[in-house]
């Protein structure tokens, strides 16, 4: 539930048209509800600005399906992460829902019941070669289930730099850039010194052995000389998308 719909259920109760029992039945699970494996924070929207996140990894597909049935009666989106394509088919399987759809290169299940008809602001995300796209593309899916405008570009790490001066005008016009990488993690100091921007960096597992499944991108990015840049953790595409939007919504509040 979020302040809209808490202002409208406050409206119809002050207007006769819902009486205080029903908006007591409605209100009764704020601000979480208990499901003995989990406790769903229903008040997250009001407190933060976005719903509740699922994270698949660790969970049954019935707790997943369980925790998406009692989000979805908000009326809200809603997106779980790190789901593979059997568990997405086992979470089909046993729900009630309709409409649930798997992105497939971000690995994320999504049940979209509020299209986002005008996304707001703009977040460039950069990837450095095409086996980062995974990360890059869960910060995709992720930044725009929460309505954001958000534009990829693929494919520009530094050991083709003009690739990403090609599509410098195209990164510097973002409110925030999301830069993904592995190997050596060098694109996010590179991006840092081309914009005025926040840059959020996300060191990738993609590398060979030295570069230890990302600790490398990770320590690289850590210790950028670029001002401007923060990271998440390695792989984090999530994290940087979400901590983007909230950026991205107080920068179009202003």
Known sequence: MDEKQIERLLTDVRDGTLDVEDAVQRLRHLPFEELGFAKVDHHRTIRCGFPEVIYCPGKTAEQIAAIF?????????????????????????????????????????????????????NIVIVTAGTADMPVGEEARVTATMLGQNVELVCDVGVAGIHRLLGNLSQVRAANVVIVVAGMEGALASVVGGLVDCPVIAVPTSVGYGASFDGLAALLAMLNSCASGVTVVNIDNGFGAAYAASLINMKIEKM
Do not use: C, H
Not at 71 to 83: D, E, Y
């Open 69 to 121: 049935e009692k989000l979805a009666k908000t009326g809200q989106n809603v997106i779980a992460t790190r789901a593979d394509s059997s568990l997405f088919d086992d979470v089909e399987r046993v729900t009630k829902l309709d409409g649930l759809r798997y992105e497939r290169d971000a690995r994320m299940i999504v049940l979209e019941q509020k299209p986002v008809e005008n996304p707001v602001g």
